[in-house]
């Protein structure tokens, strides 16, 4: 049997970190024969939270889970570490301004990225998950200079995954038939859920949307007007419905993120691709090192940009206005001496 992987997971002790161990430690992400050691970072308020999460994984008996080490220490952390899910991050407080929440989570990932750099295993990958969660892994890549930018990703998967649902519930049927949907740019209000290559079975989502909603205007109106506030506002309705933000869709879709990068999901080969934020290399007129969300492949073990997709002027107009949300926020970064 293999060496262990070591999964270091920050801000273990909150809600989404609560929702992430369990999954990880029984196998869900990195596959049912790959043993884990977890090591839970966590600032000293939350040390005792993770330190209860250990407890329980302790008593959860799971064989695969070969340690749990908690920690307030991110050189300990990230020492050794294979798997780095950056879920802790600084919430924006009442009246914060922008640049007060970029630079409170500059400190943060800042850093986070200096201590991946310096001790990280050889074939680390990072997913950031906390928000603004583009912008703090673009500083912890930033900081981490002996790691390739390309193994500092971001989390778009649950917006991709929303996404899917909402085509699922229009169209009447089951996730699994629905194939290359993309979120494009940034994890934010301003994103683009595309649906333009999207297929359901094989057959074209537009087509089919035209077929449900009267035609090609209807299916126009549904998108702009229900489809893609819906999912970019996802987050919101969550909190109003449930009273509490998403914390086990948010998890899930961190494991999904994982689990198709390492390529331990038994994708049949028309599985598509999914949604992943990336340094972008320049594709589809995104400016070369932005961390911005992409149709992505991942192709033994690397993330790769699908590319050659045609892009139309409605959807031009959406991917362009997302990554000058992006930009404006990498030039703040840098302004305030963060990258
Ligand atoms: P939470 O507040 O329950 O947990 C966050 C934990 O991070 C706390 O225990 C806190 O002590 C810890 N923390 C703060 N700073 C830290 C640091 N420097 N090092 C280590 N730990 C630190 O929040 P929750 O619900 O778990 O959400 C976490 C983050 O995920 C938030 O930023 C949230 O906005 C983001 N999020 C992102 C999503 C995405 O799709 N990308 C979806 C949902 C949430």
Do not use: C
């Not at 809600?15 to 990195?30: D, E, P, T, V, W």
């Not at 340690?67 to 009246?95: K, Q």
């Amino acid at each position: 049997s293999q060496n262990p992987v070591t999964v270091t997971i920050t801000g273990a002790g909150g809600q989404i970190g609560y929702a992430l161990l369990f999954r990880i430690a029984s196998g869900q992400m990195l596959g049912a024969d790959v043993p884990v050691r977890l090591r839970l970072l966590e600032i000293p308020q939350g040390v005792k939270a993770a330190e209860g999460a250990a407890l329980e994984l302790q008593d959860a008996a799971f064989p695969l889970l070969h340690g749990v080490d908690v920690t307030d220490d991110a050189t300990a952390a990230f020492d050794g570490v294979n798997i780095a899910m950056l879920v802790g991050a600084r919430p924006r407080g009442p009246g914060m301004e922008r640049a007060d929440l970029l630079a409170a989570n500059g400190g943060i990932f800042g850093p986070q990225g200096a201590a991946i750099n310096a001790g990280a295993a050889d074939d680390v990958r990072v997913v950031v998950v906390g928000n603004p969660a583009n912008t703090n892994a673009l500083i912890a890549s930033a900081h981490a200079p002996d790691v390739p930018a390309a193994r500092f990703t971001a989390l778009t998967r649950l917006d991709h995954n929303r996404a899917l649902g909402q085509l699922s519930a229009a169209l009447d049927a089951p996730v699994g038939g629905i194939r290359n949907v993309t979120i494009w740019g940034n994890h934010s209000a301003t994103q683009y859920p595309d649906v333009s290559h999207a297929t359901l079975d094989g057959r074209a989502v537009p087509t089919l949307l035209a077929e449900r909603f009267g035609g090609a205007d209807g299916a126009a109106h549904w998108l702009s007007e229900q489809f893609i506030p819906r999912v970019a506002k996802r987050g919101a309705e969550i909190i109003e419905v449930r009273g509490s933000s998403s914390v086990a869709s948010a998890a899930s879709a961190a494991i999904d993120h994982v689990r198709d990068w390492v390529g331990a999901g038994s994708q049949p080969g028309d599985a598509g691709w999914t949604s992943v934020a990336l340094p972008s290399d320049g594709s589809y007129g995104v400016p070369e090192g932005l961390i911005s969300s992409f149709p992505v492949e991942s192709v033994d073990g690397q993330l790769r940009i699908v590319q050659g997709l045609s892009i139309d002027e409605f959807s031009r107009a959406r991917i362009d206005a997302s990554v000058a949300e992006l930009v404006s926020e990498r030039d703040a970064v840098r302004a305030l001496g963060l990258l």
